[in-house]
């Protein structure tokens, strides 16, 4: 399947629903309580927020794995896109194909040309003949995921982007939810409006947490300002942000009662942080106050940090852009750190989890009279990060479970919930 030829969005569609995808695969029965967290669990270690895409762990197929970034892209957007589908559509399934296909393709063209009428193309072919809507939608996801070829090669403007494109999925959202209502175009432009001047104020705020702004930063805005898709009031008046020093307190934070896109915010200044060659004390102090703003606890800011230092490791062969700004063994060592803190804070709790599973206990009494197999100590190991898992922290993270060996997890749990066997 070539993700770049014309026809690939009816392709993909119909790939996905040969290998059946169920909804038990993917995102958890959405709830008001729980669509923010159901969001970020499924689409975190999927990278869209980060702007580099990973397939989601529900396709298993090798070839598409191969892809390159710009064809994963696609996938990761549509997959993230389809979250949201079956709003309204109570009587139609994915499974019912082409239905599903047309209804979504609908969707998705009634939205985009909602808040973005300039992604407006002909309603026709060559000939005279009406499109169909699969190839409608298509275009416009071609419009929305393009790069210009001048600026490819440049992995920040890769970044910035296409991080962008988490937006669309959040609002499209709403726009499923909420499009009967007339107000709801308007006041979802405004908002979109808003918030992408407000992230541009944190990008600038962060390049000067440390109170100094160097080449690379102001680079880096002007990369971020031309994905912003802003108009051109608006860029005008954005334009001299990178020279305000803009403090935290200067952040115009709309009100936002949407915990995702308050992460959102959270995680993107993290990474325009490590943009820079070294975390500073200042830029550390920056990430504290910005956290507080959004009305996160500590805990919840080291979660948005353990999920990116998370997220890099698992990734790391493939994320280039960070290979020059930092070194594995330094990723790594904040990310046992962070871990040992959260665990200790969590030992009651750890401790009761392992009591209550047999098969851990058992082979932990059992490593005190002899050796364990290698398959033994795999069970053990997968086991305890299945625990760590269960704490409330982590229970949104795709924690790397490659980079958790068993000598990494007994350096980061608490002694006293081990044996003394573990502990050498």
Known sequence: MNLREKGWFQKYLLFRNKINISKDSEIPALTESNKDFSLYRSIQPTGLMYGHPVLPSYIKDDKLKKLAVDERMKIVFIESLLQFADYGMTDIQKSDYPDFSREFASSLTDYYLALYPELEGKATTFWGRKKEKEIIAEEILDKRLYIKGSMLENLWVSFFHNSLLFLDVFYFRKWMEDKEKIATIDQLRKEKEALRFMLLQVIAAASYADNEIERRERKLFNLFLK??????????????????????????????????????????????????????????????????????????????????????????????????????????????KRISKIAGINKDRIVTEIRESKELMDLMTASVSRELTVEEKEKVRVQLIDILKLLPTFMIIALPGTFLTLPILFSVLPKSVLPSAFQE
């Open 227 to 336: 994905s912003a898709d802003l108009d051109s009031k608006t860029i005008k008046k954005a334009k001299k942000l990178i020279d305000e020093r803009l403090t935290v307190d200067d952040i115009t934070l709309p009100e936002l009662d949407s915990w995702i896109i308050k992460k959102y915010i959270l995680e993107l200044a993290i990474l325009t942080v490590w943009a820079d060659q070294e975390v500073a004390d200042d830029e550390k102090e920056f990430i504290q106050q910005l956290s507080k703003r959004l009305g996160f606890s500590q805990e919840e800011m080291d979660a948005s940090m353990v999920a990116i230092e998370s997220f890099v490791l698992t990734n790391w062969n493939d994320i280039q852009f960070f290979l020059k700004n930092k070194d594995y063994k330094i990723v790594g060592t904040l990310l046992v």
